[in-house]
């Protein structure tokens, strides 16, 4: 339940400065609720930044609160991991607009104390950046070794390179795009209307009742599930295999393992996500194009970032953010002479592959790191 | 681990602090021993796998086809562009080498000659396509696909008005006389230019 995910107590801080928004609002004051693994060396030289995903968190490598599962990124991050806890201070924030102590819809009006629910402002992935350039400021952190991220994390990546160059040694951006796609759109447009179409949305303002859009967010993240995995993942995990029963049912129970699977998924992302907070982040992506500031030209994103050094990574399976997207963002930093690495990695889980067991990547990962120092 | 002998020609020859971009770097191992003396490279290679090897290294590679991708480099993006034994693989060579001296005044091309003494004999005797040390892969499976000789690549140079600064050619690992490259080097390294 929602209301349950709000009880949660994290590290965090509230920055009092304000925070003006590309939508030409502004947030009085931030908070933003943050781990962070390793030690800060003393001359500060060995920040990391890891970004997470559109439902990611901060723990990403330690157990979640709520479900007390090891962290999204466990595997990668940790001693002697590729991102090596015993050499880099690692540090992540959970995003703007987000639900887990970051400020964001369910975060109380100043005046009057109520959760904030579709009152609070439309952010972007760059009000993101700033916000966590604010949590840097805070933490006396000038520069970082490296910005890392996949999918929404990596757009944030890239964001950090546009906005905030001299504050970077490299940027690490996987399985993301510097653009959400026409389909892109259409499929986080499926998911808000299916939370607001739940009755028990109530436009937003469910924070203080007994209900809370569960049905309306589970499906949403039943569709978005999909589009994490390939075909081939699917047809190999489950293919047309047919739940605890023999014969089909000729109704509509989960008669298929892969309705069973997407019913789980949506059922049990209820438990650590609140519905707003969805709404919130898929739209700050979907207006995420850092190409709309240079007159639709990408180059221009990346003319201050000569000495950032970049490295790309696309999955083939990966049709969300495919290939394309990646080269689109190598041809654009080619163009400024930035130092760019790029490489398709060939992994049968999709979208997904950022997160699952694939050895190539954390080599990547744990090289591109180190050229840095 | 020493470096291949026409590798170890170029590294030599590669002024420190110059930017230099070796199309199909394979997993780094020219671009480690620049980097080491102190040339900013970069690299572009085919081959996933080596490009991860590079990666992992530290160097800045990007997967991509040297027959389309070179276009995606700027006029002048680098002091030298590199292409160590793969002229012979690509579609058009002629036109991989006017990208190389669009994207840099100065180009490095190795290869290796089709018109050494060891394979004419084998043509002329044995009449069959010849397998050696340096093109070792039968003629259906070989990616050299267009087979090119010292004298082959002068011509074109001639043509295209594109200078000579230096030449290396190689019999083994020794060096052989420019006037009798053309049948007794193993392969052939030039410094071109624009002129």
Redesign the interface.
């Known amino acids: 339940m929602a209301s349950m995910l709000h009880q949660i107590r994290h590290q965090s801080v509230t920055i009092p400065a304000p925070l003006p928004l590309d939508s030409g609002q502004r947030l009085p004051a931030v908070t933003i609720a943050y781990e962070s693994y390793g030690t800060l060396a003393a001359d500060r030289s060995n920040a990391v930044l890891i970004c997470h995903a559109l439902t990611g968190d901060q723990y990403v490598a330690s157990d979640h609160p709520a479900t007390g599962k090891p962290g999204w990124w466990a595997r990668m991050v940790g001693p002697g991991k590729p991102i090596d806890t015993d050499r880099y201070f690692i540090l992540c924030a959970n995003v703007l607009g987000s639900c887990m102590g970051s400020s964001g819809p369910a975060s109380p009006d100043a005046a009057s104390g109520a959760p904030l629910g579709m009152h609070f402002p439309v952010i972007t992935i760059g009000d993101m950046v700033r916000a966590q350039a604010m949590l840097l400021d805070h933490l006396g952190i000038d520069r970082l070794h490296a910005v890392v991220g996949g999918s929404m994390g990596g757009m944030q990546a890239l964001a950090w390179t546009a906005h905030y160059p001299e504050r970077l040694g490299s940027a690490i951006v996987i399985a993301s795009a510097a653009r959400h796609s026409a389909q892109n759109i259409a499929f986080h447009e499926v998911g808000r209307q299916a939370i607001m179409a739940d009755p028990d949305w109530q436009d937003g303002q469910y924070y203080g009742s007994t209900r809370a859009p569960a049905k309306g967010l589970a499906v949403a993240r039943m569709a978005a599930h999909i589009t994490y995995l390939s075909e081939a993942g699917l047809t190999e995990k489950f293919g047309r295999r047919l739940q605890a029963r023999d014969i089909k049912s000729f109704g509509f129970d989960a008669d298929f393992q892969i309705e069973s699977y997407l019913r789980h998924q949506g059922l049990a992302f209820t438990d650590r996500f609140d519905a707003n907070a969805y709404l919130y982040i898929t739209r700050a992506m979907d207006y995420f194009d850092l190409a709309d500031a240079h007159d639709g030209r990408l180059a221009g994103a990346f003319v201050g970032a000569k000495d950032v050094?970049f490295?790309l990574v696309s999955f083939d399976t990966d049709w969300l953010y495919p290939t394309a997207e990646s080269r689109r963002i190598?041809?654009a930093l080619?163009?400024v002479?930035a130092?760019?690495?790029?490489?398709?990695?060939?992994a049968p889980f999709g979208h997904d592959s950022f997160l699952l067991d694939v050895p190539?990547l954390d080599?990547?990962v744990?090289?591109?790191l180190?050229?840095g120092r | 681990m020493a470096l291949r002998p026409d590798l170890a020609i170029i590294a030599g020859a590669v002024p420190a602090g110059s930017r230099a971009l070796d199309v199909g770097c394979g997993d780094g191992e020219l671009m480690a021993a620049l980097k080491g003396k102190g040339v900013d490279a970069r690299g572009l290679e085919i081959d996933p796998a080596n490009v991860t090897a590079a990666i992992a290294r530290g160097q800045s590679v990007v997967q991509g086809d040297c027959n389309r991708d070179l276009a995606d480099y700027p006029d002048d993006a680098f002091d030298y562009a590199i292409l160590s034994q793969t002229l012979q693989t690509t579609e058009r060579p002629d036109r991989v080498v006017d990208e190389l001296l669009r994207i840099a005044p100065r180009a490095f091309v190795s290869f290796p000659n089709f018109a050494h003494w060891r394979i004419r004999l084998a043509l002329l005797w044995g009449g069959r396509m010849p397998v050696t040390r340096l093109i070792p892969v039968a003629w259906y499976a070989t990616p050299n696909i267009h087979h090119v000789t010292v004298s082959d690549f002068r011509d074109l140079l001639r043509e295209k008005g594109i200078a000579v600064e230096s030449a290396w050619y190689l019999s083994g690992d020794k060096p052989t006389s420019d006037a009798a490259a053309s049948w007794r080097a193993e392969h052939a390294i030039f410094l071109i230019s624009r002129r």
Do not use: D, I, K
């Open positions: 050094r490295t190598v041809q080619q163009s002479g130092a760019a690495s790029f490489v398709e990695l060939s190539a080599r990547l744990a090289g591109a180190s050229a």
